[in-house]
T-cell receptor, first 109, second 114 residues
Framework: RKEVEQDPGPFNVPEGATVAFNCTYS??????FFWYRQDCRKEPKLLMS???SGNEDGRFTAQLNRASQYISLLIRDSKLSDSATYLC??????????FGTGTRLQVFP | SAVISQKPSRDICQRGTSLTIQCQVD?????MFWYRQQPGQSLTLIAT?????????ESGFVIDKFPISRPNLTFSTLTVSNMSPEDSSIYLC???????????FGQGTRLTVV
């Protein structure tokens, strides 16, 4: 099993739609979780951290399910500008970051 | 979050030569990492750059091919040695202030080996 696995993409959704991505991880000892966004030909940028109690930031909601070892990202009211690749990051230990393969989202008018 | 300046932003190199990529952080960071991103794929961790000591390499990456330096808490270099076309990729450095915290990235170096 890979350390971090994500939903395969691409996800093609219309503007205004709600879309959700999942990411599973193998190391039950992982303590921190993050979602990054990467635009084409750009570096990844932190979208949000994922807390045990869940985390909401505007249209974005991140959830953690430790029992099933996955994190999720929900995007409501999708905008054209949300089109990007979304990467989940699960540090298997305190000293390195492992990225998922990424889920590509394309929002169309 | 800190800002990382990475250079060069891109380069086209002849096979058999070496390229050194530099990353400068505007504040001290505990950890620095080097990643490779092949076209259309996610980031693969090459190594963790350790200040004042040898880097910690991931499986499949060796010091002779990717020597890394980190003389202080704000600067690191990655050298891609004896390049071949298979080394064509984007190389990214990142830093993190504390363990288990988010990382931030340099702008990346787009390397093409011909």
């Amino acid at each position: 099993r890979k350390e971090v696995e994500q939903d395969p993409g691409p996800f093609n959704v219309p503007e205004g739609a709600t879309v959700a991505f999942n990411c599973t991880y193998s190391n039950s000892a992982s303590q921190s979780f993050f979602w990054y966004r990467q635009d084409c030909r750009k570096e990844p940028k932190l979208l949000m951290s994922v807390y045990s109690s869940g985390n909401e930031d505007g249209r974005f909601t991140a959830q953690l399910n430790r029992a099933s070892q996955y994190i999720s990202l929900l995007i409501r009211d999708s905008k054209l500008s949300d089109s990007a690749t979304y990467l989940c990051v699960v540090p298997p230990g305190p000293h390195k970051l492992i990225f998922g393969t990424g889920t590509r989202l394309q929002v169309f008018p | 979050s800190a800002v990382i300046s990475q250079k060069p932003s891109r380069d086209i190199c002849q096979r058999g030569t070496s390229l050194t990529i530099q990353c400068q952080v505007d504040s001290q960071v505990t950890m620095m990492f080097w990643y490779r991103q092949q076209p259309g794929q996610s980031l693969t961790l090459i190594a963790t750059a350790n200040q004042g000591s040898e880097a910690t390499y991931e499986s499949g990456f060796v010091i002779d091919k990717f020597p890394i330096s980190r003389p202080n808490l704000t600067f690191s270099t990655l050298t891609v040695s004896n390049m071949s076309p298979e080394d064509s990729s984007i190389y990214l450095c990142s830093g993190a202030g504390q363990v288990n915290t988010e990382a931030f990235f340099g702008q990346g170096t787009r390397l093409t080996v011909v």
